[in-house]
């Protein structure tokens, strides 16, 4: 009953920025954690960052500094600078929801390309 649907992702330059933004639709616990994620060519996929209905944030060690999520009620932001060749991948969009330490739901966006090229 939920869906995400994503958009901002393009080809830019190395040191450029891109927005990324995911909107969330359906039915929605209150206590969640949406996050990005990424895959690039050859790796496996990796927590870019995510943040809790509480506040909480994570980053990766290759983004801090870099990239900020925030959300509103129904759609959680990336704002990617200085953004590196190594940025590079499908980037997913992700709802977590639980109740009482058990998660009850799991959900993805169908992804977006970022390129980061000269």
């Known amino acids: 009953q939920v869906q995400l649907v994503e958009s901002g992702g393009g080809l830019v330059q190395p040191g450029g920025s891109l927005r990324l933004s995911c909107t969330a639709s359906g039915i929605i616990f209150s206590i969640n954690t949406m996050g990005w994620y990424r895959q690039a060519p050859g790796k496996e996929r990796e927590l870019v960052a995510d943040?809790?209905?509480?506040?909480s944030i994570n980053y990766a060690d290759s983004v801090k500094g870099r990239f900020t999520i925030s959300r509103d009620t129904a759609t959680v932001y990336l704002q990617m600078n200085s953004l590196k060749p190594e940025d590079t991948a499908v980037y997913y969009c992700?709802?977590?929801?639980?109740?009482?330490?058990?998660?009850?739901?799991?959900?993805w966006g169908q992804g977006t390309q970022v390129t980061v090229s000269s």
């Open positions: 943040i809790a209905s509480g506040g």
């Open positions: 992700n709802l977590r929801q639980a109740r009482r330490g058990v998660t009850l739901g799991d959900y």
